[in-house]
């Protein structure tokens, strides 16, 4: 039986130009916080709406290829970058160590994607948040509240942070520590809709633990995917 080997191929039209001259991003404030990345243009407006609008040469970013990002964090842009170059998330730590998982690192950067309007990079995040999850592990406090500070009501990741922590009852005690109001709202009615976690209300969370959890990802890619339909 041959065995199965991943296709890197793609059409030349489909290859990313990285030649010319690269884009300074700018992030931070202050001479101790500041810091330049240098990307090619056509790396970050390949998923960012942000960057494709920003780089038009009508706006003063597209002519001097230099786009200021002064209330974002320089740390976790570097982390935007690496996955930008490598379709990967830095995140676990260097020793091994199972420390939370990376869930401050996967969540900092989903924000980071809301702000740059990058559902692909929100999509990425999700799978690996629910892997971490599969190995029986849940965000801490400060975690969901940086997805419920960061984010819109409605927001998918607003759903997997109430989902993880539903699912999460039975084994040990919620530890809720200044919980952000909107998600000790969403979580209660989640608690009061689903009660008991019988058979068929696992049934919902099957994704969480098994398969693709396509009903987390941006709309826009979950409609690609044809997991919702135009109307939703």
């Known amino acids: 039986m041959a065995a199965i080997l991943k296709d890197v191929r793609?059409?030349?039209?489909d290859g990313i130009k990285i030649g010319g001259k690269p884009i300074e991003v700018i992030v931070g404030e202050g001479l101790s916080n500041k810091q330049s990345f240098y990307v090619h243009e056509a790396v970050l407006r390949q998923s960012s709406s942000f960057f494709n609008t920003a780089l038009n040469k009508e706006w003063k970013e597209g002519q001097e290829h230099a786009v200021e990002l002064p209330d974002y964090d320089a740390c976790v842009f570097e982390q935007y970058v690496q996955?930008?170059?490598?379709?990967?998330i830095a995140c676990m730590p260097a020793n091994n160590e199972q420390s939370n998982y990376g869930f401050g690192r996967l969540t900092r950067l989903y924000v980071l994607g809301?702000?740059?309007?990058?559902?692909?990079l929100q999509t990425d995040i999700i799978n690996a948040l629910v892997l971490a999850r599969r190995s029986d592990a849940?965000?801490?406090?400060?975690?969901?509240?940086t997805i419920y500070e960061g984010t819109p009501v409605g927001s998918p990741a607003r759903k997997l942070m109430v989902d993880m922590h539903v699912l999460r009852q039975g084994k040990n005690q919620l530890k809720l520590?200044?919980?952000h109001p909107d998600f000790l709202l969403d979580l209660v009615t989640s608690l009061l809709?689903?009660?008991t976690l019988s058979d068929e209300v696992r049934l919902?969370?099957?994704e969480l633990d098994t398969g693709v959890p396509a009903s987390y990802?941006?709309?826009?890619?979950?409609k690609a995917k044809g997991v919702v339909s135009d109307g939703v």
């Open 10 to 13: 793609c059409k030349v039209a």
């Open 83 to 88: 996955w930008l170059y490598t379709a990967r």
């Open 114 to 120: 809301e702000k740059l309007m990058d559902p692909a």
């Open 138 to 145: 849940i965000p801490i406090n400060r975690n969901v509240n």
């Open 177 to 179: 520590i200044a919980p």
């Open 193 to 195: 809709h689903k009660r």
């Open 204 to 206: 919902e969370f099957a």
């Open 217 to 222: 990802y941006p709309k826009a890619i979950a």
